[in-house]
C-alpha cells in the first residue's frame, strides 16, 4: 500500500470515528444497559416467568419494574437475582 493511500484512509477514518461518537449522560447510558438486561432477562426467563406473553415482545425502559416483580414473583433464585440487580 503506497503513503497516499495509507494517507487517505487514515484520514477518512479519523473522520468516521469523529462522526460516529456520540455523547451520552450517564443516566441514559445506565437505563440502555438495564433495557439490554431486562430483554435478556426475558428471553433466558420466558418459559419460567412470561410464558403467557408474546416470546417476540420487546422490553422498553417503562417495563421495568412489571419486569422486576415478575422475575421475582414467579422466578426460581436466579431469576429472583436479576430482578432484585434490574430494580435497583
Request: charge should be positive.
Amino acid at each position: 500500500m503506497n503513503s497516499e493511500v495509507k494517507k487517505y484512509l487514515a484520514e477518512i477514518g479519523r473522520k468516521g470515528g469523529l462522526k460516529s461518537r456520540r455523547v451520552l449522560s450517564a443516566a441514559v447510558a445506565r437505563d440502555m444497559v438495564r433495557v439490554r438486561e431486562a430483554r435478556r432477562a426475558y428471553r433466558q426467563f420466558h418459559a419460567q416467568c412470561f410464558w403467557s406473553f408474546d416470546p417476540h415482545y420487546v422490553v422498553t425502559l417503562k417495563d421495568l419494574p412489571w419486569l422486576c416483580e415478575q422475575l421475582m414473583k414467579n422466578g426460581n433464585r436466579a431469576a429472583w437475582k436479576v430482578g432484585e440487580r434490574l430494580c435497583r
